[in-house]
């Protein structure tokens, strides 16, 4: 019995300190790890893997010094090893006086300053060091028995390059998206915000993975107790591997039970550089194109970027319909049993005699006829979003019309049950971010069932709990219902429900504490 409490507080209850999953085990290198630098023992330790390379050569100075470069085959750009390492030091420097002062001593510091043309070289002395620099991308050059060594940035592995992004389309606005390679991101952003406070910090995640990522924010706008968090709660994951920003996701949003998305995401470089402008801090991981954002609150999750490439009329319009979107995709088929079920007054007579016509022949109660519906429905959009893209978008119209005809006329489901429930589905793809969709799927379903059960007094219940949830969630500190609660006036009505013309932003949204509130009428993305 006690196995079993045990096994279900780990499965259940986060750890408040170190938030640690799959303890990595010990490997027989891990002690060498800490030892001094040695070319040998790194040869003996990664020779094994047929695409980490060894080149073999000799440096003639005051005495003839043996030199390995090591880098992994497919990682490294080739060329720039022949032309800024290999080239210089065993062609071009023949015959050079530097070269008569050559020493095992004296050989790192002299083929740093003087002797290499490349622009990213740094020395090291640790095992450790090495190693990653190797498995990283990076080439190292050891020289006999020296205990340090020169790491040089010569990554050059095949990426997909700057594309548009799929998740986050636009009729008005840049093409560009983030891609898996972590530097073309930040180069990304630095052709946004060309100011030196844009911080962007390198960490590594991962015992096995060693993953690259970044922070990024502005360092007069940022909150330093936000920024002090983020690093604090990324301090404390420890795990094995780490292969993409899900896995961070979950490890530092504040409520993991939550079906409210407390982290939002984009790949889009210009929604960016708006977010880090209002204040926010970036997480950008290597490998994968999606970047997290916090603070996360409720309302940016219905707004788009391509609001600030329209008028502001049109943005407005356009926030109404992905609001009214949301309402009908969560609300919509409760409504309708709680009505078909219980409040049969509130209908009109011509209405209702047309609602009595098409029931007739269904053996099923309206909530058990919207479920079978709904769960037809999140079986269709699963299958469409899994199989081929030719054949997917196909399947899910088909399969839509041909199901809802068939059990219309087996009166299984009636005529206007179909309807609602296609009205449910084509309102939730009025909801632009898909973590948002995810949860309005979610909760809709608790509310059906009160619906069912109580009515509209279920209804209410279940949208108190709801609004008593989002009261209480935060996201690092921030409310999650901000700015309408707490209220404020001045963001509320410059860029929540409504976004106020370009002239009229004069300052940041009161979110967060912002060091400098003036924006100073700078775009954001």
């Given at each position: 019995m006690r196995s079993w409490l045990k096994m279900i507080k780990e499965?259940?209850?986060?750890?408040?300190?170190?938030?640690?999953?799959?303890?990595?085990?010990?490997?027989?290198?891990?002690?060498?790890?800490?030892?001094?630098?040695?070319?040998?023992?790194?040869?003996?330790?990664?020779?094994?893997?047929?695409?980490?390379?060894?080149?073999?050569?000799?440096?003639?100075?005051?005495?003839?010094?043996?030199?390995?470069?090591?880098?992994?085959?497919?990682?490294?750009?080739?060329?720039?090893?022949?032309?800024?390492?290999?080239?210089?030091?065993?062609?071009?420097?023949?015959?050079?006086?530097?070269?008569a002062q050559l020493t095992l001593a004296n050989i790192v510091d002299k083929t740093l300053q003087s002797l290499l043309p490349g622009l990213e070289f740094k020395k090291i002395s640790k095992m450790g060091e090495a190693i990653d620099a190797i498995l990283s991308g990076d080439a190292v050059i050891f020289f006999s028995d020296s205990r340090e060594a020169l790491v040089f940035g010569a990554r050059g592995w095949a990426n997909r390059g700057v594309a548009e992004p799929i998740t986050e389309s636009i009729v008005k606005g840049p093409r560009e998206g983030f891609s898996e390679t972590l530097r073309i991101n930040t180069s990304l952003i630095r052709r946004k915000i060309k100011h030196p406070s844009l911080r962007i910090i390198s960490l590594k995640l991962g015992d096995l993975t060693k993953t690259d990522l970044v922070v990024t924010y502005i360092e007069k706008v940022a909150s330093p107790d936000i920024v002090s968090e983020v690093f604090r709660r990324l301090g404390t994951i420890k795990m094995d591997g780490m292969l993409g920003n899900g896995y961070i996701e979950e490890m530092i949003e504040d409520n993991p039970y939550s079906p409210f998305p407390q982290?939002?995401?984009?790949?889009r470089p210009d929604v960016l550089a708006g977010k880090l402008l209002e204040g926010k801090v970036g997480i950008i991981v290597d490998g994968t194109p999606i970047v997290l954002v916090v603070p996360a609150v409720l309302t940016q999750f219905l707004n788009v970027n391509e609001d600030y490439y329209q008028r502001a009329m049109v943005a407005i319009l356009s926030r109404f319909v992905r609001y009214l979107g949301a309402f009908v995709a969560m609300l919509a088929p409760s409504i309708y049993i709680a009505?078909?079920?219980?409040?049969?007054?509130?209908?009109?007579?011509?209405?209702?005699?047309?609602?009595?016509?098409?029931?007739?022949?269904?053996?099923?109660?309206?909530?058990?006829?919207?479920?079978?519906m709904l769960a037809a429905l999140e079986i269709l959009q699963e299958a469409g979003l899994r199989l081929p893209k030719p054949i997917g978008s196909t399947i899910g119209i088909v399969g839509a019309l041909v199901i809802g005809d068939a059990a219309v006329k087996a009166s299984l489901v009636s005529p206007l049950m179909v309807i609602i429930i296609s009205l449910t589905a084509i309102a939730s793809?009025?909801?632009?971010?898909?973590?948002?969709?995810?949860?309005?799927?979610?909760?809709?379903?608790?509310?059906?069932?009160?619906?069912?059960?109580?009515?509209?007094?279920?209804?209410?219940?279940?949208?108190?709990?709801?609004?008593?949830?989002?009261?209480?969630?935060?996201?690092?500190?921030?409310?999650?219902?901000?700015?309408?609660?707490?209220?404020?006036?001045?963001?509320?009505?410059?860029?929540?429900?409504?976004?106020?013309?370009?002239?009229?932003?004069?300052?940041?949204?009161?979110?967060?504490?912002?060091?400098?509130?003036?924006?100073?009428?700078?775009g954001k993305g």
């Amino acid at each position: 019995m006690r196995s079993w409490l045990k096994m279900i507080k780990e499965l259940t209850l986060r750890p408040k300190g170190e938030r640690q999953i799959r303890k990595s085990p010990s490997y027989s290198f891990d002690e060498d790890l800490n030892k001094p630098l040695s070319g040998t023992k790194v040869k003996e330790i990664l020779s094994i893997n047929s695409d980490v390379v060894f080149r073999e050569f000799f440096l003639q100075g005051k005495e003839r010094i043996p030199c390995l470069l090591a880098a992994v085959d497919g990682m490294v750009d080739k060329n720039q090893l022949d032309q800024f390492i290999l080239k210089p030091l065993m062609v071009d420097l023949a015959g050079n006086p530097e070269m008569a002062q050559l020493t095992l001593a004296n050989i790192v510091d002299k083929t740093l300053q003087s002797l290499l043309p490349g622009l990213e070289f740094k020395k090291i002395s640790k095992m450790g060091e090495a190693i990653d620099a190797i498995l990283s991308g990076d080439a190292v050059i050891f020289f006999s028995d020296s205990r340090e060594a020169l790491v040089f940035g010569a990554r050059g592995w095949a990426n997909r390059g700057v594309a548009e992004p799929i998740t986050e389309s636009i009729v008005k606005g840049p093409r560009e998206g983030f891609s898996e390679t972590l530097r073309i991101n930040t180069s990304l952003i630095r052709r946004k915000i060309k100011h030196p406070s844009l911080r962007i910090i390198s960490l590594k995640l991962g015992d096995l993975t060693k993953t690259d990522l970044v922070v990024t924010y502005i360092e007069k706008v940022a909150s330093p107790d936000i920024v002090s968090e983020v690093f604090r709660r990324l301090g404390t994951i420890k795990m094995d591997g780490m292969l993409g920003n899900g896995y961070i996701e979950e490890m530092i949003e504040d409520n993991p039970y939550s079906p409210f998305p407390q982290v939002s995401f984009t790949e889009r470089p210009d929604v960016l550089a708006g977010k880090l402008l209002e204040g926010k801090v970036g997480i950008i991981v290597d490998g994968t194109p999606i970047v997290l954002v916090v603070p996360a609150v409720l309302t940016q999750f219905l707004n788009v970027n391509e609001d600030y490439y329209q008028r502001a009329m049109v943005a407005i319009l356009s926030r109404f319909v992905r609001y009214l979107g949301a309402f009908v995709a969560m609300l919509a088929p409760s409504i309708y049993i709680a009505v078909t079920t219980f409040h049969q007054e509130i209908i009109p007579t011509d209405l209702l005699m047309s609602i009595s016509a098409g029931r007739q022949g269904v053996p099923f109660p309206a909530l058990l006829e919207a479920l079978t519906m709904l769960a037809a429905l999140e079986i269709l959009q699963e299958a469409g979003l899994r199989l081929p893209k030719p054949i997917g978008s196909t399947i899910g119209i088909v399969g839509a019309l041909v199901i809802g005809d068939a059990a219309v006329k087996a009166s299984l489901v009636s005529p206007l049950m179909v309807i609602i429930i296609s009205l449910t589905a084509i309102a939730s793809y009025a909801i632009p971010t898909y973590d948002l969709s995810l949860a309005v799927r979610l909760i809709r379903i608790p509310l059906m069932i009160l619906a069912g059960v109580l009515g509209f007094f279920g209804v209410s219940v279940g949208l108190y709990v709801i609004i008593i949830h989002l009261l209480t969630l935060r996201s690092f500190g921030v409310p999650y219902l901000s700015p309408i609660a707490p209220l404020r006036i001045r963001t509320l009505l410059q860029d929540t429900f409504v976004r106020a013309p370009w002239w009229a932003l004069k300052r940041r949204p009161q979110l967060i504490d912002v060091k400098e509130p003036q924006s100073g009428r700078k775009g954001k993305g």
